[in-house]
């Protein structure tokens, strides 16, 4: 989904564990990188978007698409999906054409594009939406919590709340209820507690 993209980025800074300091930089409304130290451009200045780096890519957007480069520079995925999740758990969430599904690094689908919507894996576990309905997948596309679900959230804390016929309960990676389908709302957890 969408809502899990990370935050656009606009003159800000990446450390890397070998010393590099990478930072984003604008000229004439696009947008690269650069090392904040030497100044050396590392990315010319031609994406419309830049996001953080997870784990090693950083999803580009230009002209409306969305693909990914590593700390070279280089496009390891080229630019070609029309919305996209950053890497999580070795994986991302892209759409083609309005159908979602996941890709490796590499750029190889992971998991078939046969989603209205997903979410990053969280917890070895992927929310997905497919014909209205919100549920779990792992990596190998097996639903481990069925799609039966209005709507729900990530996994956050072994825990995740789903939504049906109105109303909110808390389920656990297994799909067993720890809070009953009593509540009109149920945030999510933060601290052991939820809202």
Do not use: H
């Amino acid at each position: 989904m969408k809502t899990s993209i990370a935050v656009f980025l606009c003159l800000l800074t990446w450390q890397f564990s070998n010393g590099q300091q990478l930072e984003s930089f604008e000229d004439s409304g696009k947008y690269g990188i650069k090392d904040a130290n030497s100044e050396k451009i590392i990315v010319p200045a031609k994406y419309d978007e830049i996001y953080a780096f997870s784990e090693g890519l950083a999803m580009v957007g230009s002209g409306g698409k969305f693909g990914y480069i590593d700390k070279t520079g280089k496009e390891v995925i080229p630019i070609q999906y029309t919305e996209a999740n950053p890497f999580s758990e070795g994986v991302a969430g892209v759409s083609d054409a309005g159908v979602w599904g996941f890709i490796d690094k590499s750029g190889n689908a992971a998991v078939p594009f046969e989603y209205e919507e997903v979410n990053s894996f969280s917890e070895g576990l992927a929310l997905v939406v497919k014909n209205d309905n919100a549920g779990f997948i792992d990596k190998t596309n097996k639903a481990v919590i069925p799609l039966v679900y209005d709507y729900a959230m990530p996994f956050n804390q072994g825990l995740a709340v789903v939504e049906k016929d109105g109303y909110a309960g808390i389920i656990d990676q297994r799909g067993n209820y720890i809070v009953p389908m009593k509540y009109l709302e149920i945030d999510e957890f933060s601290q052991g507690l939820a809202p």
